[in-house]
């Protein structure tokens, strides 16, 4: 079974609902959203300040056992960028990492679709492997690195520093300690995936 396989478990928009992220109204509104507007679900919460960034890749995380990647501390490898359509990566919102032989791994703010993994597909020759991220900065990795306009250009997510108590402070540790577990599982996964 490939890591793609294996994330297509469960809906996203049932995974915010049963985390508490968001109500049922609310993910229903936005799944409605998507539907005519054709963007990611994680871009249309995001920007109607439906949810929290941290929240939904924490979710992303946990549920589907996928790392976590701190895509703004990769300078990024702008040769591997340019393998892939700028239109592609930015209407997927997700960012080529590092290419190890055949395989690529990519960071996301939500799993692809089948329809963008089979695209992907046609630039990768092994595995498609995914880490996930922060919206905002896969948005500010793909400005940089694959500039794209298109007629409605999507609003860049702001960028805006959190200013935390220490209780807040306490549960970024916790969830950081929750990525770096699923992390460590996966990465002990990949070694027995086999490429398709």
């Not at 490939?2 to 995974?15: E, F, M």
Request: include cysteine; charge should be negative.
């Amino acid at each position: 079974m490939t890591q793609y396989h294996r994330l297509k478990r469960k809906r996203l928009s049932d995974l915010i609902v049963d985390e508490g992220l968001a109500d049922k109204e609310v993910v229903l509104a936005a799944l409605h959203e998507q539907q005519s507007s054709g963007d990611l679900l994680t871009t249309i919460m995001l920007a109607a300040q439906e949810c929290d960034a941290f929240d939904l890749a924490r979710v992303i995380v946990e549920q589907y056992q996928i790392p976590f990647f701190e895509l703004s501390l990769s300078s990024g490898n702008k040769e591997l960028v340019k393998e892939f359509p700028a239109e592609l990566l930015h209407a997927a919102r997700i960012f080529p990492l590092e290419r190890f032989g055949d395989h690529v791994t990519f960071v996301c703010q939500e799993i692809p679709s089948a329809d963008v993994h089979k695209q992907l597909k046609e630039y990768v020759k092994g595995s498609v492997l995914v880490f996930a991220g922060l919206a905002r900065d896969i948005e500010e990795k793909l400005h940089e690195f694959a500039p794209y306009q298109r007629a409605e250009q999507i609003a860049p997510i702001e960028r805006v520093e959190p200013v935390m108590d220490p209780e807040e402070a306490a549960r970024d540790r916790e969830w950081q300690s929750l990525f770096d577990t699923a992390n460590e599982s996966v990465m002990s996964e990949m070694d027995i995936v086999e490429p398709e």
